[in-house]
C-alpha cells in the first residue's frame, strides 16, 4: 500500500511541477500579424446613399500573408447584413459566374463599421485587382468602392 501512496504522490509532484501556468498565446490567422505593411489604398466612393466613407488598403504582414484592411473611419450602411466585399478589376460589379467570375474575387462580408481585415486567400495575384467594391446582394446595388493606388 505504501508502494502504491509514493508512486501515486511522485506522479503527482511530476504532473504539478510540469504545469505551466502562462496563459496560452492563441494566434488569430484571420488578422495580421506583426507590422501590416500598405502596398496600395484608396478612399471610398459612396453609391446609392449608402453612406460609405473610410479608406481601404491592400497590405501584407510580417509573415507573408496578405489582408484587405478598412480603416477606422470606415462606415456603410450595414442594416441589409449583407454587405460583401470584393476585389475587382473595376469600380463596377460586373459578375460572370459562366466564366468563374474572373473580374471579381469575394473576400467575405463586413460585420461592422471601423476597422476590418480581410484574408486573402495564399496565391492570389492581387496586381490584378484594381477597386474594392462593396456591394449589397439583398438589394442587388453597390455601396462604394475604392480605387486602390
Known amino acids: 500500500m505504501k508502494k502504491i501512496a509514493f508512486l501515486f504522490y511522485v506522479t503527482f509532484l511530476g504532473l504539478v511541477a510540469c504545469s505551466d501556468d502562462s496563459d496560452p498565446v492563441i494566434i488569430d490567422p484571420t488578422l495580421p500579424q ?5 502596398q496600395r489604398m484608396g478612399d471610398f466612393m459612396d453609391q446609392n446613399g449608402a453612406g460609405s466613407t473610410g479608406t481601404a488598403s ?8 496578405e489582408f484587405l484592411q478598412f480603416g477606422s473611419s470606415f462606415n ?29 474575387l469575394a473576400l467575405g462580408v463586413v460585420r461592422m463599421a471601423g476597422t476590418n481585415y480581410f484574408l486573402i486567400p495564399s496565391g492570389t495575384n492581387t496586381t490584378k485587382y484594381s477597386h474594392v467594391i462593396l456591394w449589397c446582394g439583398s438589394v442587388g446595388i453597390p455601396f462604394g468602392n475604392a480605387s486602390l493606388n
Open 34 to 38: 506583426g507590422t501590416f505593411d500598405v
Open 58 to 65: 491592400l497590405g501584407v504582414d510580417s509573415e507573408g500573408s
Open 76 to 104: 456603410t450602411a450595414l442594416a441589409t447584413g449583407t454587405v460583401t466585399v470584393f476585389l475587382s478589376t473595376s469600380d463596377t460589379f460586373a459578375p460572370d459566374p459562366a466564366n468563374g467570375n474572373p473580374n471579381l
